[in-house]
């Protein structure tokens, strides 16, 4: 992108990083997205050159062999990868969440056992917390591990598990008795190591087969059936129970800024594609962008777009800076997201009929530009979370 959506202040490295993203996306996701996406294809090719390019590995610390770069390193390049194609950012998203948990939060000989396969792409992470009743409210979880002699027994039902069919290490959140009266506090995240593929894939552990979505294709999103899966007590995220609430939190909250940065990347494509139509579609003995409505509807897409970037780059510095991000995080997802569906929504509507035609590019972004405003926490939730924070931080005095 020319002028829109750049970042100041970008070591050399970085822009390296993002250059090379950007050449990979232009030639080898654009070209491909519309055939895999309408195949609902998973887009094999793409991740292995990704693994090539060292992406799994992009926020891993270089002593187990990743590039140990930043939240904003990373968000930078799925606002590139997004603006190929959105899915294949959902590849990497999870797996990115899973290894800043264990980043974060894993003992040492977990740290060891997995992030070195991390980084190389060998495990791939994906994440559960939801379940057939239940997304918003976490801690109203229901599928549980019961304590028995030589680990624990995992019984319930998970429900959205992207990745779940082509990952092979699963953070799972699940109840545990941990007699604490806060339900939260009774949560606890299992590593759950698994192979790849659907069915029973283990004793007691059912993958079933992909959930056919309006959208967001190619990248398979399933179920996940847990009848007294037996699993050691020291897969447990930490080694003690009762703190994966808290685990999961800390991993969406960094989640948030990649789904701002996705939202970002959908939405310079979505206005990439109106102003180059715009100036090639005629009506009226004239280009459609030389009629004032068009062109303050391309002059109001890149303002939004400006603005949703500005806000992401902004969450994921702080986040990087150490400092408590909740807020900015909130409010760049729920602007980035929001934002998206409205600059979308315009280019469809600049592409006349042709938008509803599937050999456009923006009808695959319509379809995907919904899922932003319900992953990692819908818009309503974005609001709960921003207001907290803002009523924590501007205690009234009277
Ligand atoms: C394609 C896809 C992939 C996903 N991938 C994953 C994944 O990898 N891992 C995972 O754990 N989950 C995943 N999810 C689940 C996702 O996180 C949830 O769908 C999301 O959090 C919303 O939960 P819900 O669907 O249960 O909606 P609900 O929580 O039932 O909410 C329904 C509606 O009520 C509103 N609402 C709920 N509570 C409140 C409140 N207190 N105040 C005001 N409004 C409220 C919501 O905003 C929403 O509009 C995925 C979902 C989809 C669609």
Redesign the pocket.
Same mark, same amino acid.
């Given at each position: 992108m020319a002028r829109l959506a750049q970042t100041a202040g970008l070591t050399d490295i970085q822009e390296e990083i993002l250059a090379t993203v950007r050449t990979f996306v232009d030639k080898e996701i654009i070209p491909h997205a519309q055939t895999l996406e309408h195949g609902d294809t998973y887009p094999a090719d793409i991740v292995e050159g990704m693994k090539e390019m060292g992406l799994f590995g992009l926020t891993i610390p270089e002593e187990y062999g990743g590039l140990g770069e930043s939240l904003l390193t990373y968000a930078l390049v799925v606002e590139q990868i997004a603006r190929g194609w959105m899915s294949v950012s959902?590849v990497i998203n999870?797996h990115f969440i899973v290894a800043h948990m264990l980043k974060q939060h894993g003992t040492p000989e977990q740290k060891q056992k997995y992030l070195p396969r991390m980084a190389a792409g060998e495990v791939r992470g +994906? /994440? +559960? #917390? +939801?379940e057939p009743? &239940?997304? @918003?409210?976490v801690a109203a979880i229901r599928t549980r591990a019961v304590r028995g002699d030589s680990g624990y027994a995992i019984s319930g039902q %998970? #429900?959205? &598990? !992207?990745?779940?069919g082509t990952s092979n290490l699963t953070a799972v &959140?699940v109840k545990t008795d941990e007699g604490a009266e806060k339900p939260h506090q009774n949560l606890t995240t299992f590593l759950v190591e698994k192979p790849e593929g659907y069915g029973e894939v283990l004793p007691g552990l059912t993958i079933p087969g992909k $959930?056919d %979505?309006m959208g967001?294709k190619g990248v398979d !999103?399933t179920e996940m059936v847990f009848d007294g899966f037996e699993i050691a007590e020291d897969q447990i995220l930490g080694g003690v129970s009762g703190q994966g609430f808290r685990h999961m939190m800390d991993g969406v909250e960094v989640g948030r800024v990649n789904v701002a940065a996705r939202a970002c990347g959908i939405a310079i494509r979505a206005f990439e594609l109106a102003i180059e139509y715009s100036q090639q579609r005629r009506t009226f003995g004239k280009a459609i962008a030389e009629h004032q409505a068009i062109a303050f509807k391309l002059a109001e897409m890149a303002t939004k777009v400006e603005a949703a970037h500005l806000m992401m780059v902004n969450a994921a510095r702080l986040k990087d800076s150490g400092q408590r991000n909740d807020v900015e995080a909130g409010m760049a997802k729920l602007i980035a997201s929001e934002y998206c569906a409205e600059v979308t929504q315009e280019s469809f509507r600049i592409h006349g009929g042709y938008g509803y035609s599937k050999e456009y590019e923006i009808e695959r972004l319509m379809r995907e530009a919904p /899922?932003l405003l $319900?992953?990692?926490? !819908? @818009?309503? $939730?974005q %609001? !709960?979370i921003i207001s907290r924070g803002l009523l924590r931080d501007y205690q009234s005095r009277g």
């Open positions: 959902g999870t +994906s /994440f +559960s #917390m +939801s009743e &239940l997304g @918003s409210d %998970k #429900m959205w &598990l !992207t990745n779940g &959140l $959930i %979505k967001y !999103t /899922f $319900i992953g990692e926490g !819908t @818009s309503e $939730i %609001k !709960t």
